[in-house]
């Protein structure tokens, strides 16, 4: 089982869809969550931190589950810019910063 | 504040020569690396990741290795490289608890 497994994606949604996207990790010992957004041929960048209680940024809102060992993303009101790859990322104890392996996500007009 | 230092930024190298990819960071001390490799259209996969000089951990058994020489100072290197070695190679820091900031990547094309 891999550590960090994400929707494969690609995810294609018009203008002002809402979209979500999963993620499950398998060690109980992770320490820190994260959601990347990667552009294509660039490197990925935060795009916001994870935390139990749930967090909101703009448009974006990020949920962790530590029972289920479960990450979401939502985005509400997409827009062409935020089409991009997601990536799902875990820390686990220490030193080791996982990534899964990304969702696509296609925004049309 | 701290940065990030990869390079070269693109790289075409034959089969069978060696690779010398370089990274290093400033505004930090004692930074956790890592590098990275994407293959075209896929994820990251971590190939190895250093918590202090010297220290590498191998992820992956591969045609690779990794050295860190300096506390900032990441190495990757191939005596031999493979075509299956193309990629864009991405060297990291980060510390306990916080999120990882990267390099802007190599992309290594292996003819």
């Known amino acids: 089982r891999k550590e960090v497994e994400q929707d494969p994606g690609p995810f294609n949604v018009p203008e002002g869809a809402t979209v979500a996207f999963n993620c499950t990790y398998s060690?109980?010992?992770?320490?820190?969550f994260f959601w990347y957004r990667q552009d294509c041929r660039k490197e990925p960048k935060l795009l916001m931190s994870?935390?139990?209680s749930g967090n909101e940024d703009g448009r974006f809102t990020a949920q962790l589950n530590r029972a289920s060992q479960y990450i979401s993303l939502l985005i509400r009101d997409s827009k062409l810019s935020d089409s991009a790859t997601y990536l799902c990322?875990?820390?686990?104890?220490?030193?080791?910063?996982?990534f899964g392996a990304g969702t696509r996500l296609f925004v049309k007009a | 504040s701290q940065t990030i230092h990869q390079w070269p930024a693109t790289l075409v190298q034959p089969v069978g020569s060696p690779l010398s990819l370089e990274c290093t960071v400033e505004?930090?001390?004692?930074?956790?690396l890592y590098w990275y490799r994407q293959a075209a259209g896929r994820g990251l996969q971590l190939l190895f990741y250093?918590?202090?000089?010297?220290?590498i951990s191998s992820e992956v058994p591969q045609n690779l290795s990794a050295s860190r020489p300096q506390d900032r100072q990441f190495i990757l290197s191939s005596k031999k490289l493979l075509l299956s070695d193309s990629g864009f190679y991405l060297c990291?820091?980060?510390?306990?608890?916080?999120?990882?900031?990267f390099g802007q990547g190599t992309r290594l094309t292996v003819v």
């Open positions: 990291a820091w980060g510390s306990h608890y916080t999120e990882a900031f």
């Open positions: 060690n109980s010992a992770s320490q820190s």
């Open positions: 994870v935390y139990s």
């Open positions: 990322v875990v820390n686990l104890v220490g030193f080791k910063t996982i």
């Open positions: 505004g930090t001390s004692n930074p956790n």
């Open positions: 250093s918590v202090g000089i010297g220290q």
